[in-house]
């Protein structure tokens, strides 16, 4: 499956984003969904993760109550609404697929098999 992240720029701190990222190339019904970011100079990491069946997600401590991830399968695409954002979140956010059809997010990046190319998101104070 090939994914495309958009809605990444630059907002100043407070600020809000949508990060979407559409999947093509197959159905992508029992695909399970994760969001990481890497700054320069840092490993990959997870921000979120969704289920399958968009029922359980998960979110690293550093997000919590300011993201949230969610799915539309209609549309074969998953976003990112992002909240109150710090310049800490400054990042290139990626969206990884992975087919799996179990009710745990996946959070390492290892388990993912497609990803997306991208998108820079910028968060000044």
């Known amino acids: 499956v090939q994914l495309a992240e958009s809605g990444g720029g630059s907002v100043q701190a407070g600020g809000s984003l949508r990060l979407s990222c559409a999947a093509s190339?197959?159905?992508?019904?029992?695909?399970?969904w994760g969001w990481f970011h890497q700054a320069p100079g840092e490993e990959r990491k997870i921000i979120a993760a969704?289920?399958?069946?968009?029922?359980?997600?998960y979110y690293a401590d550093s997000v919590k109550g300011r993201f949230t991830v969610s799915g539309d399968n209609a549309k074969s695409t998953v976003y990112l609404q992002m909240n109150s954002l710090k310049p800490e979140d400054t990042a290139v956010y990626y969206c990884a697929a992975v087919l799996k059809t179990t009710l745990t997010p996946s959070r390492d990046y290892r388990e993912y098999d497609s990803w997306g190319q991208g998108t820079q998101v910028t968060v000044s104070s």
């Open positions: 190339g197959r159905t992508t019904e029992n695909y399970a």
């Open positions: 969704i289920d399958y069946k968009g029922e359980r997600t």
